[in-house]
């Protein structure tokens, strides 16, 4: 009877969870030229499993997340081409189960709970490691072998940052910037401002060069701010090379950077930043991609996104692009966050992980597995490198100076000038957002007084967060 009700439940469960998205759109299928479809298909017999010996081929996946990032809704929008190789030449589909980012982990959560779950869903490093300790995911060491070629760049970056006890918990595909400056070209010219990313590749991009240009731009009385968005503290704080809270790889433990001199630095620009309203006050009107109703980039009154690199990177269309940040084929431009003029010369970014998380009590893991070797592959190999960068020129008209930019950035994650900031560490992250919530430090008055406030507790939250890891690795 328990087991007869806890179905019942999870097939009401699953019913409600279809439209709490918001209505459902009817995918359509497009496809590649005739010409690509060919080269990828040439590029994958080598470089993937035959489908007949291929675990988890012909099988239909269930992917739960708040959007949808296989399928295709409008003709003007790129085509997944690692989803593309799943079912192509494994006969592969993936069903979207949709949820909201509000609700994703309580959802997720009654579903593992009532033994209905999904079969994956995206990986964040949000999930790590209090999602693990919460035993909503599994480990993926049974379905991939980092060791393997195709999986051994990322084995450093897996062991590192996303590892518990020597197992491994993501099907990493691949590792991404999150942080980049966005602006729009044709701002910059009508008010006499260098290029950033000329800048950049003449190693003149500093905060100071930043802050002078927000100076000069800014207006509140206008309408005109410098910075509209939430990643702007994260970003600056990431281009010290350090974080407030970092994973120690010798110990396995989570520890506080809070007195290092490269975060007082940071500290002292954003509250500047703050005491010049260079933010757009965005509790008060705040859309996604820095618009408002008052305007945004496009129009002239935002100077800089310092954006998630995946704002940009999961734009599917060229209108929507262009209606946030402008004409990508003659003003959309990107580089790197500016560097500390009193570092040590390096650029920083944090890093971001782009891969999939095995549900617990998945019905379908070696299929998952398998679409998650189908991305790999897009990422890794030439044919399909050029496929994606195509797309990006044709379908979303980015230009050739954005794609070098792009692949700058993303040299720079993949180098050792890079960090994570993990988001999500129960007790721990409530600490951190006192101490990077500089837009208003009025109470305290001072970065010396709002760490004092706050670096006792920042050090007692550790010490309970490091004490569930050193117990999940006992269990």
Known sequence: MKKLLALFLAFVF?????????????????????EDAAAIMAAAGINLPDISEAAGANQTITYFYYYDDFHNYS??????TGYWTFQNKYNGNVEWIETTWETLRTDLAQLVLTNNSPDFTKAWESEFPTSFINQLYAPVDDYIDYDDPLWGDMKHFSETYFSIGGHHYMFLTDIQNNSLVLYNRRVFTEYGFDDPAELYYNDQWTWDVMYEMCADFC???????????????????????????ELDTETGKFISKIDDPRIERAVSVLADFSKNDFYYPIWHDWTPYYGNEHGGMKEGMVLFGLAPAYSLDEIVSYEDGAAIYGDFETEVMICPVPRDP??????????????????KGAEHPEAVALLAACERFKIMDPTVIRVDERQKIEKLHWTDEMLDMWNNL????????????????GNVSGYVGNLVGFDNLESPSTWAELKEANKDALQAALDELNAQLASELES
Not at 219 to 238: C, E, K, M, Q, V
């Open 219 to 245: 207006d509140p009385d206008d309408g005109r701010y410098a910075f509209n968005g939430w990643h702007t503290d994260d970003s600056f704080l990431s281009s010290t090379g350090i974080y407030l809270v």
């Open 14 to 34: 699953v019913i409600a969870l279809v439209g709490c998205g918001g209505s459902k759109r009817e995918p359509i299928q497009l496809t590649l030229s005739t």
């Open 342 to 359: 009193n570092g040590d010369g390096e650029y920083y970014v944090d890093a971001i992980p782009k891969g999939y998380l095995l549900v």
């Open 410 to 425: 993303y040299d720079i994650a993949h180098s050792h000038n890079t960090l994570v900031q993990y988001s999500n560490l």
């Open 75 to 80: 003709e003007d929008e790129i085509v997944q």
